[in-house]
């Protein structure tokens, strides 16, 4: 039975795993956190997400997993739409409804879906050896290794020690779920180079995120209170704010791989999920594309005879497109939300309202039409 040792207990690592464990290896997770948990967050899935899970296997945990998206679009600081997409008509062109998920339902999703003695919490790697030898576990050599090791990858270090890593963005970011009984679209509100976003999920909690340019590394003593001075801008952004504890409200800077990497594949080492393409948020891709690498690399394990023809395969495959809607997503906040010259901001604005709803459609498809490749099982 082939093994893969799978450096990284996230979206990325987990699915990968699962995805290995249904067509037959055995896996070992490797994650540093002494236990495997998600940040009290939410998270979009597009439809190539939602695809990429079913053909992981995941069929019945992702009819479960959020709340469909109906409608919603965006809208300047007054409240006034920019742009409304009826969400059904947009969920016939994708083939289907995005989803608003917490973070932590995903994560169990997963987990539920992987043998209990392959998850190993509280091992951090500095450097792995291409068998995946880890002193303390009597582990069988690796004839895979997967670094799913997040942003800060030690396992692109090591292999990519060229690599300048990552850049901070110039943007921060503060997340949180909280509750509202009331009927809430998901939208996104540009004001002054600050976005806000509103997504429901199930259960009526609602997750909301914020972002706006601050010094990297910042922090603000009261970061609620900080959040409510900067963007409760119009209902129901400040009674969202209001309604979630300030001991929930999560600070994060944005930061992603501005050099694209030459390779994903070193050796019988992959990297995949935010190690290989850590990409801004601005079209919610980047766990969408994590879940698309896994699809790929599981699929091309499962087809070729060989690691080497597999992660070659993997490497065609994904690099193009993952680094395409990377940039992709770096420019929709640059040309986006982070305007603020007031010209070319009415000019932004002026163009959305006009924009027909067809055209955005075709765009978003052009991201989320992505199928996954066939996974053959043994
Ligand atoms: C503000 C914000 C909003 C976002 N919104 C969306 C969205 O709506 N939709 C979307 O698709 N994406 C979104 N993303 C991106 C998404 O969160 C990431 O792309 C995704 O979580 C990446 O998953 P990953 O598994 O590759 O990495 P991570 O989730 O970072 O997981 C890496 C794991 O590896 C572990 N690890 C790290 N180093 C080591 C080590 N040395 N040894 C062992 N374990 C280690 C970490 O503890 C962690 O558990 C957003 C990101 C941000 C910042």
Redesign the pocket.
Known sequence: MPHAVV???????LSTAVGLHRIGWRVTV????SAFAEIGA????WPN?LRALEALGLHAQVRDLGAPQRSGGMRTGTGRWLLHMDGESLARRLGRPMLGVHRASLHTALLEALPPDALHAG????ELTEDGTVPGLDLPPADLVVG???????IRAQYWPDHPGPSYSGIT?W?AICRRDEHTEIATSWCMGREFGIVPLVDGRIYW?G?MPAPEGARDADEHAFVREHFAWHSPIPELIDATPAADVLR?D?RYLRTPLGSYVHGNVAL????AH??T?HL???????LEDAAVLVAACARFGTVTEALRHYDAERRPRSQQIARASYWSGRLGPQLVNPFAVALRNAGMRLIPQRAVARNLTRVCSWTPPRITLP
């Open positions: 450096v990284g207990g996230g979206i990325g690592g490797l994650e540093q956190a939410g998270i979009t899935l997400a091992v951090r790697i500095g799913a090791d997040g942003i800060n990858s030690r970011s997340r995120y972002a994060h944005i995949l999920g935010d190690a850590a990409m948020p919610g891709q980047g766990g969408c594309q994590a």
